[in-house]
């Protein structure tokens, strides 16, 4: 009965459909495809974070594929006071990064892909400025990080889905 559980289930995992992103031959991965995009400089200190995220997520610079892509990035960040003590003093922040990107085709100048990528993340404000603006610094950079992902992830997906 184990047998052809197994072969019942090894049946329906197969037909399901799904394709790893980042596998591939004759150069057809997502990787591949990605080291044919370049990144626009994004202005401020968080937009080089955020352009360096997604440099290192696919290796971008360490290619010789010429670009064929581009993609223009537009960051919106911005830092709430969220908890207010007895005598008014803020006690939490939000910091939140958006970002707006397109990926333009170089060759036609066609926008292949319009989105948004956003994140935000919770800082403790302590009475030591020194650690306050630390912890808002080390949001910057883990937003970025976040958000990288789910622009390289959108944007894999939509490479593979162009061929």
Same mark, same amino acid.
């Given at each position: 009965m184990?047998?052809?559980?197994?072969?019942?289930?090894?049946?329906?995992?197969?037909?399901?459909?799904?394709?790893?992103?980042?596998?591939?031959?004759?150069?057809s991965?997502?990787?591949?495809k990605?080291?044919?995009?370049?990144?626009?400089?994004?202005?401020g200190?968080t937009?080089?974070?955020?352009?360096?995220?997604?440099?290192?997520r696919?290796?971008?610079?360490?290619?010789?594929?010429?670009?064929?892509?581009?993609? #223009?990035?537009? %960051? &919106?960040?911005?830092?709430?006071?969220?908890?207010?003590l007895?005598? +008014?003093?803020?006690?939490? @922040? $939000?910091?939140?990064?958006?970002?707006?990107?397109?990926?333009?085709d170089?060759?036609?100048?066609?926008?292949?892909?319009?989105?948004?990528a956003?994140? #935000?993340?919770? %800082? &403790?404000?302590?009475?030591?400025?020194?650690?306050?603006?630390?912890? +808002?610094?080390?949001?910057? @950079? $883990?937003?970025?990080?976040?958000?990288?992902?789910?622009?390289?992830?959108?944007v894999?997906?939509?490479?593979?889905?162009?061929?």
């Open positions: 184990r047998i052809v559980w197994c072969l019942f289930a090894a049946c329906a995992l197969s037909a399901c459909g799904l394709q790893p992103i980042y596998a591939g031959a004759n150069g991965s997502a990787t591949a990605l080291s044919a995009v370049e990144v626009a400089p994004i202005q200190r937009g080089w974070l955020l352009a360096t995220a997604l440099e290192d696919v290796d971008l610079r360490a290619s010789d594929t010429a670009p064929r892509y581009r993609l #223009d990035v537009q %960051i &919106d960040e911005s830092l709430e006071s969220l908890g207010l007895t005598d +008014e003093t803020v006690s939490r @922040e $939000r910091r939140i990064l958006r970002a707006r990107y397109q990926l333009v170089l060759s036609s100048g066609s926008i292949l892909l319009d989105a948004t956003g994140s #935000d993340a919770g %800082i &403790d404000v302590v009475s030591s400025d020194y650690a306050t603006i630390a912890a +808002e610094r080390a949001a910057a @950079e $883990r937003l970025s990080q976040v958000v990288a992902d789910q622009i390289v992830t959108r894999s997906l939509a490479l593979r889905n162009r061929d």
